[in-house]
Nanobody, 123 residues
């Protein structure tokens, strides 16, 4: 399985940005997916997760109500729509795949990881 995150960039506080993750090498609808991030000097943290069919999502408290995870299995693509961005959202964002129905907030549970895309939010 290969995951490729893209779409990061430099934005201002309050802006919106959508990042994507392409999936290849297996059957995407067998995998729940997650988004994690790692900010400067911080540990990697869970951001959002989505079930393999896309009907169940979960979010960290810090992004709930601002971020939305979605997926298009027909296009082998995962998305993270980020609104009302804050400087503290600055991080490298990683997508991850978990063989199973439901996502997890535990990074160690995931089987495959993408390389990350940098999102920088200026104040």
């Amino acid at each position: 399985v290969q995951l490729q995150a893209s779409g990061g960039g430099l934005v201002q506080a309050g802006d919106s940005l959508r990042i994507s993750c392409s999936f290849s090498g297996s059957t995407v609808n067998e995998y729940a997916m997650g988004w994690f991030r790692q900010g400067p000097g911080k540990e990697r943290e869970f951001v959002a997760g989505i079930s393999r069919g896309g009907s169940i999502t979960e979010y960290s408290d810090s992004v709930k109500g601002r971020f939305t995870a979605s997926r298009e299995n027909a296009k082998n693509t995962l998305y993270l729509e980020m609104n009302s961005l804050k400087p503290e959202d600055t991080a490298v964002y990683y997508c991850a795949a978990l063989l199973g129905s439901l996502p997890s907030q535990v990074a160690a549970i995931y089987h495959h990881w993408g390389q990350g895309t940098l999102v920088t939010v200026s104040s």
